[in-house]
C-alpha cells in the first residue's frame, strides 16, 4: 500500500484527509476523471464539493503527485505519479492503458533531446487512437 502522507510531504504538501482520500480513490481505481473522483470521494467524505476536489487535484499536479492525461473532446484523466510509461487512450470510449516504454521509444527521445540541447526532466507520452473493444463495436 502506497504510504500517501509521505508522498505528500515531499511534495511539499500537507497530507489533509481530502487529499488521503482523493489519492486512495485514484489508487484504487487507476485513470479517472475528477467527476469519477468525486463520486467516489464522497461516499466517505459526503460534506467535500467537487471545488474542492479539483483544487486538490490541480495542486498535486502542480506538485507532481498525480499525473494529468489529456483526452481530446472528453475531461482529463488522472493517475498517481510514478515511472515514466506511455498511455495508449481510445478517444472513443476514453479508455486509458499503461504501457512500459520500450527500448527503441527511449533511443528516439534520447536522441532528439541531446540534438536540441534539450534537458529531459520527465515525460508522458500518450498514442490516441480506438482501442480493441471499440473497433469491434464499430464493426458490428
Do not use: W
Not at 5 to 12: G, M, N, Y
Request: glycine share 4%.
Amino acid at each position: 500500500m502506497t504510504d500517501y502522507a509521505t508522498l505528500l510531504k515531499e511534495s511539499d504538501l500537507k497530507a489533509t484527509f481530502q487529499r488521503m482520500n482523493i489519492l486512495s480513490v485514484i489508487d484504487e481505481y487507476g485513470h479517472m476523471s475528477v467527476d469519477d473522483i468525486y463520486a467516489e470521494v464522497i461516499k466517505v467524505h459526503p460534506s467535500l464539493s467537487l471545488a474542492t476536489i479539483y483544487k486538490n487535484i490541480i495542486l498535486m499536479v502542480e506538485k507532481g503527485v498525480v499525473v494529468e492525461v489529456p483526452i481530446v473532446g472528453r475531461k482529463s484523466k488522472y493517475e498517481l505519479a510514478k515511472a515514466d510509461h506511455m498511455h495508449l487512450v481510445c478517444t472513443e470510449c476514453g479508455m486509458v492503458e499503461d504501457k512500459q516504454c520500450v527500448d527503441e521509444a527511449d533511443a528516439v527521445f534520447e536522441s532528439l533531446t541531446q540534438e536540441e540541447q534539450f534537458k529531459l526532466n520527465k515525460r508522458q507520452v500518450n498514442l490516441y487512437g480506438i482501442c480493441a473493444s471499440c473497433q469491434t463495436q464499430k464493426a458490428s
